[in-house]
């Protein structure tokens, strides 16, 4: 959610962000409403909506910003470094949700064929 609101509100930073991993430039309209897209899709993610849509995008999204900064995961002992190492369980996560979509029932607002009180 941080890095969607960056988008939305710091075009400047977010920009030569997007300009030194995937190596584009984008204009302040394009990052906009990608940052917009990329906020209700997030809302939709946590409420627990339209599941393998939602929870896929986010898996899919994620796999590729950690695939962008791999080359930062290689020299481990740097200590700038180390802020990349929080995408690995990060995506192991994303990628279990995305697994077990159909048994996350707990705190959302999708109708599920079952409710488990446990």
């Known amino acids: 959610m941080a ?3 960056d ?3 710091n075009f400047q930073h977010n920009s ?3 300009g030194h991993y995937y190596h584009v430039d984008v204009s302040r309209a394009l990052l906009t409403s990608l940052g917009i897209m990329e906020f209700i899709l997030l809302l939709a993610f946590l409420a627990g909506l339209f599941k393998t849509l939602t929870y896929g995008v986010v898996l899919i999204a994620h796999s590729v910003t950690t695939i962008a900064s791999f080359s930062r995961l290689l020299p481990p002992y740097e200590i700038h470094q180390l802020l990349y190492f929080g995408s690995l369980p ?3 996560a994303c990628f279990t949700l995305f697994l077990l979509r159909d048994q996350d029932t707990m ?6 064929k079952e409710t488990h009180m446990s």
């Not at 705190?107 to 599920?112: G, P, Q």
């Open 3 to 5: 890095w969607t609101l």
């Open 7 to 9: 988008k939305i509100l």
């Open 16 to 18: 030569v962000m997007i």
């Open 90 to 92: 990060m995506l192991a």
């Open 107 to 112: 705190m959302n607002f999708s109708k599920s």
